[in-house]
Nanobody, 120 residues
Framework: QVLLQESGGDSVQAGGSLRLSCAAS????????MAWFRHSPGKECERVAA????????YSADSVKGRFTISRQNAKNMLYLQMNSLQPEDTAMYYC?????????????WGQGTQVTVSS
């Protein structure tokens, strides 16, 4: 059974930082492409960052580029999202997701999410 468990969400003031973590189990983590998504009421779900299995290739949405950094530690089956210069518009539930390399776009596994709230 694949399990993705996020942690690290919190309430912070604008300009602050948070580091989200995602612990993965039940899959061959190092071959899976991983991503962080976020969703807030009234907005579409947004993929904010993604990373290849090796960690050599990354993607960041324009909305977070230069502020958020995705990384992974395959030896520990861990995925991270370092979030700096947080703004109120970053308020959302953040989810980690896993996509096997033989699937082009769909993320097969999702965590339960961790809430990030940024106040002005």
């Amino acid at each position: 059974q694949v399990l993705l468990q996020e942690s690290g969400g919190d309430s912070v003031q604008a300009g602050g930082s948070l580091r989200l973590s995602c612990a993965a189990s039940g899959l061959n983590f190092e071959i899976y492409n991983m991503a962080w998504f976020r969703h807030s009421p009234g907005k579409e779900c947004e993929r904010v960052a993604a990373i290849s299995g090796s960690g050599r290739a990354t993607y960041s949405a324009d909305s977070v580029k230069g502020r958020f950094t995705i990384s992974r530690q395959n030896a520990k089956n861990m995925l991270y999202l370092q979030m700096n210069s947080l703004q109120p518009e970053d308020t959302a539930m953040y989810y980690c997701a896993a996509r096997p390399p033989w699937v082009a776009t769909d993320y097969a596994y999702w965590g339960q999410g961790t809430q990030v709230t940024v106040s002005s």
